[in-house]
């Protein structure tokens, strides 16, 4: 808390304190204030693309923009204040949030409210509702970073079992919801934090043959409508004006667009209605459709280099709780990228996982910046040594 | 000091793993990216065509527009058929949020007696594809209209239509033929144009609306739309206007159309009246008849058997389908026949005993009185409709002959331009009786034809349309319908007209005229009560079609057979004599002999049609004397 005193000051107009003894160079503003300025203006670049298109993609409406931006805000807000939090006092508090996070899984499981035909939703009578499993995003990579932090790398086979239970409890929960895409994006922040702790390529090996071979079983206990997806991702045709029309629409809206696209507000799948959840989930499509593989190439590239960027930073880390949290955090990032793109263009199936910081919708914004803030704690608080 | 290098090695171990692990973890971030941007490269690059097509076939839809139907009058612009809005409820499920309260607030809305509601249900389900209304009512009244206006607001996807239905304000006496629109079925879609017929549901079944359908619809237009995915119409990208049908004038009469539907007094039969110097068909009608505006939205299926299956047969067009026997209408014929051969001349005379007979056969042929006539000229064999005499005529031309000169007259033809479904009736020779039973031909059947009996058989149309030639001293002229199409005149001279016929002598008509004259005004005519008083001279004859056919010596007695098996009444007429101005066939099913019935038919016809004759030219002379 002292850079947030020493910045204070600074706007005051008083002369800030020099540093303690012991330390050879003095911290940027930027590092006092714990905010990472490359990252911030990439973020704020692509909010910034992105309430363009929502404008476009909610059929010109200025309320769902302002709706978005305050969303946006807050969530700035929450990254701001996390980045204050020093790594320690977060792998501190990793076990306490992981463990409330499942209690609050449990009792949605327990007595969550249905909504949209799942279990999703925990709500506190006339203060709020929110989705556990969209905390557990950042308490579970926080939660197995802590654990492994302690322990020697690479880790052996009990702390892998260990590991293994962590992640498999609320992942289980999540999915129960039902919530494949959660639960799945929840499982990769958790793969992460063990693969980049630097899990054996052979075991790597094993579990992608134990994986493969337990996908006949997943099969089997997806709900109807996950199975009816997947077929439908594999023959879009099969059911042109039913579940096959997302992709069918998305698709054509983004090849329609052809290089330069048909300018803003001129996209006819998107201004029409022919997309469906086209401010949501399938908002990429009316990128591609306006803008064109111009477009889509410029919001790719700037994801490309807010991964690039938060790679750096977790390289920059001092210990294994920084590292393994940041680079799982930043790979998940591109995990939702990559899904959501993917599925609006029909290489993978159709899973509810946003665009990120472009879709409307406030839970994921707030904990991808959420996750942002704790990079750049991670990579602020670096005690900056001697050489 | 060696457990802190230790963890600093570890550190240091660590660190490296990380970068490696996290080295591949951006090479593996890249590849990804790069299978995306592949994806996106042939999507808007490759495949950039194919899309683009289908968003522009997602967008713009091209709908036809309609044509409006030309419409019918008659000979004096009075308005026979006409295009009426009427306003139908649809229905998009897609639209509706609650579809059984929807339903629900609909039947109470419309006050719909129970028997119906299921049905109403029922045709919300029907519809092809998706975002398509359903026609759940047609032809709202106007307080169902302004309830349905009110309640707007919480009928979402429920909408009134406006159509334009065909209307016959005068369905029951012009049935028959106008003919009527309906449905087009699956069938008939299959031989129209489609591009011409897209937005059109409906065209002529029968009569009239069937023959000049071409006329009456018109062109069909087009307009591009830009929709949304809903299917709403957001603007109009191009349209070209529909060009509509002409409106068809017949040469119909709705005053004397409706004179002789009142004549026929609920009889079956059929009056058809011809303007012989035009061939202006002024009247035609078949009893009883029905109301076409039934089967322009669809009969139900319970009223079509009704009509189908009533005995009268009120569907089927008599004047232009209903064959007949001529019986003594087809005299005058056969003596023009007789004098075209030569066989005889108007004073030759023959001796009735009171029936004929062939040579060598014993076999007597009737007179129908059975004392006979005595000494019978050609012009009293008209007027008293000798049999003897034209048994002995028959026989003397032979079948061939007979044959050859009544279809001069139009008989065993389709005579008209435009009447649809004519029939072309019987005229029985050699030939047709050896492919339709194998056997040669009697002599004693062709006695039977020169009565008009045996295997002939007429339509009125036909007896109408000869009689009209009769009365123009043998100048054909082709019987139509249409008087003007759009704003062309049909002309009186069509092609493929018959040729005239002609008699050595022209005063030889005259003396057909004077038989047929008495026939009315003689004190021998069989016609002549009905005669009485007239104020302009008027040919007829009589004529009485055979249902039953009575043995040999058998008398008849029109009380001990059943109604049904009773004679029909035929009866033919044209007035005024000396400038025909109308020509007229009456038959009337099972009423007996023809001057006691038919022929009061025709005189009425005749008067009503003279006397307007005459108002009209009164007021031109009125006019002139103003002037």
Redesign the interface.
């Known amino acids: 808390m002292t850079a947030l005193n020493d910045l204070a000051r600074s706007m005051r107009g008083r002369p800030v304190r020099p540093p303690q003894s012991g330390m050879s160079r003095r911290k940027s503003l930027w590092m006092r204030a714990h905010v990472d300025p490359w990252l911030l203006l990439l973020l704020l670049v692509l909010m910034g693309a992105g309430l363009v298109v929502l404008y476009s993609a909610s059929g010109q409406s200025m309320a769902v923009v302002e709706a978005q931006a305050i969303r946006l805000g807050v969530a700035l807000l929450v990254m701001f204040l996390l980045a204050q939090l020093s790594p320690v006092t977060l792998m501190r508090w990793s076990p306490l949030a992981y463990g409330g996070t499942l209690l609050t899984l449990v009792a949605v499981e327990v007595m969550g409210d249905v909504g949209m035909g799942a279990q999703r939703w925990l709500v506190i009578p006339g203060v709020m509702r929110f989705q556990p499993s969209e905390l557990m995003k950042l308490a579970m990579p926080m939660m197995l970073a802590a654990y492994l932090g302690r322990r ?3 880790p052996r086979l009990p702390d892998l079992l260990v590991c293994a239970l962590i992640l498999l409890v609320p992942v289980v929960l999540i999915a129960r919801q039902p919530d494949l895409g959660t639960s799945l994006l929840v499982a990769m922040a958790a793969v ?1 934090v063990v ?4 899990l054996s390529w052979r075991f790597i090996a094993f579990l992608s043959v134990l994986v493969a071979a337990a996908l006949p079983l997943l099969w089997m206990n997806m709900h109807a409508y996950q199975q009816q997806r997947v077929l439908t991702f594999l023959n879009p045709e099969s059911d042109p ?1 039913g579940a096959g029309w997302n992709i069918i ?1 998305s ?9 330069f696209g048909k300018g803003w507000l001129e996209g ?2 998107s201004q ?3 997309l469906p959840e086209r401010h949501t989930d399938f908002i990429v499509a009316v990128l ?2 306006e803008f ?2 111009v477009g ?2 410029a919001v ?1 590239c700037l ?2 280099l807010i ?2 960027r938060g ?1 750096w930073l ?2 920059g880390a001092q ?2 709780f920084g ?2 949290l940041a ?1 799982s955090i930043i ?1 998940t990032f ?1 995990i939702y990228v ?1 899904v959501n ?2 599925m609006v ?3 993978l199936p159709v899973v509810g996982v946003p665009l990120p910081l472009v879709s409307f919708g406030g839970t994921s914004s707030v904990t991808l910046m959420a996750g942002f803030g704790i990079l750049m704690s991670i990579h602020s608080h670096r005690r900056l040594l001697p050489r | 000091m060696r457990k802190h290098r230790s963890a600093l090695k570890n550190a240091r171990q660590e660190l490296h793993t990380f970068r490696v692990r996290s080295l591949v973890a951006a090479f593996v971030v890249i590849l990804l990216t790069g299978a995306l941007m592949a994806r996106l490269v042939y999507l808007q690059v490759a495949q950039h065509e194919v899309y683009i097509t289908r968003s522009e076939n997602n967008r713009v839809r091209v709908e036809p527009l309609p044509p409006t139907r030309g419409l019918i009058f008659d000979r004096n612009g009075e308005l026979l058929a006409e295009n009426r809005p009427t306003y139908n409820l649809t229905l998009v499920r897609e639209r509706v949020e609650d579809i059984d309260a929807t339903l629900e607030l609909l039947i109470n809305l419309l006050d719909l007696p129970e028997a119906e509601i299921d049905a109403f249900r029922e045709r919300s389900r029907q519809r092809q594809r998706p975002f398509q209304p359903a026609l759940l009512m047609s032809d709202l009244s106007e307080e169902q209209i302004a309830k349905l206006a009110v309640n707007r607001y919480r009928l979402p996807g429920v909408e009134v239509e406006a159509q334009l239905l065909r209307y016959y304000p005068d369905a029951e006496i012009m049935s028959h033929a106008l003919g009527f629109v309906g449905r087009i079925n699956a069938e008939e879609l299959k031989e129209l144009d489609p591009g011409n017929y897209a937005g059109t549901h409906f065209m002529g079944k029968t009569g009239v609306e069937l023959f000049y359908e071409k006329e009456l619809h018109g062109q069909a237009g087009l307009r591009k739309v830009e929709t949304n995915a809903r299917g709403r119409v957001l603007r109009e990208l191009g349209r070209t206007d529909p060009v509509p049908g002409k409106n068809l004038t017949l040469t119909l009469d709705k005053d004397l159309q409706s004179l002789a539907v009142d004549l026929m007094d609920g009889r079956r039969g059929s009056i058809v009246a011809i303007a012989p110097q035009t061939g202006e068909i002024l009247a035609m009608v078949s009893t009883p008849g029905f109301d076409s505006n039934q089967f322009v939205t669809g009969i139900d299926v319970a009223s079509y058997r009704a009509l189908q299956n009533d005995i009268d047969l009120p569907l089927f067009n008599r004047a232009a389908r209903g064959q007949y026997p001529a019986g003594s209408t087809v005299k005058p014929f056969m003596a023009l026949a007789g004098l075209m051969e030569g066989e005889i001349t108007p004073k030759q005379t023959i001796y009735d005993p009171g029936y004929y007979q062939l040579p060598n056969d014993s076999r007597r042929y009737r007179n129908w009185l059975r004392w006979g006539h005595g000494k019978v000229d050609l012009e009293r064999a008209i007027t008293v409709s000798n049999n003897t005499y034209f048994y002995s005529l028959a026989h003397e031309l032979g079948i061939d002959a007979i044959n050859e000169h009544m279809h001069e007259f139009g008989f065993g033809e389709r005579v008209t331009e435009d009447v649809h479904g004519e029939s072309k009736g019987l005229m029985p020779s050699r030939e047709w009786k050896r492919a339709r039973f194998n056997q040669p031909w009697y002599p004693g059947e062709t006695l039977s034809v020169g009565i008009g009996q045996g295997y002939l058989q007429i339509t009125p149309l036909q007896l109408a349309t000869a009689t009209a030639v009769l009365a123009n001293r043998g100048h054909w002229v082709k019987p139509r319908l249409a008087k003007e199409i759009g704003d062309r005149e049909v002309p009186v001279d069509l092609p493929d007209t018959k040729q005239d016929i002609t008699l050595e002598s022209s005063e030889w008509w005259q003396d057909i005229y004077a038989g047929m004259e008495n026939v009315l005004s003689g004190r021998e005519g069989t016609a002549r009560r009905a005669g009485k008083g007239l104020e302009y001279r008027m040919g007829g004859k009589s004529g009485t079609a055979q249902v039953f056919s009575l043995g040999q010596d058998e008398k008849y007695n029109a009380d001990e057979l059943a109604e049904r098996l009773r004679d029909h009444a035929l009866f033919i007429a044209f007035a005024p004599v000396d400038d025909p101005q109308i020509a007229i066939s009456v038959v009337v099913e099972n009423a007996g002999g023809g001057s006691s019935h038919a022929s009061y038919l025709a005189r009425d016809m005749a008067d009503a049609w003279i006397s307007d004759k005459d108002d009209e030219s009164e007021e031109a002379n009125g006019t002139e004397d103003d002037a």
């Open positions: 020697q790398l690479p992460f693969l980049l702790a630097g004006l629409q698709t054509t809206a983004i090849g329609s667009g052809g290089v006819t799948q029409l209605e022919f591609g459709e064109g593989l889509m190439l790719l994801y490309l991964v690039a790679l977790a390289n210990d294994s590292r393994l680079g790979l591109f990559f793109v993917g263009s029909g290489i």
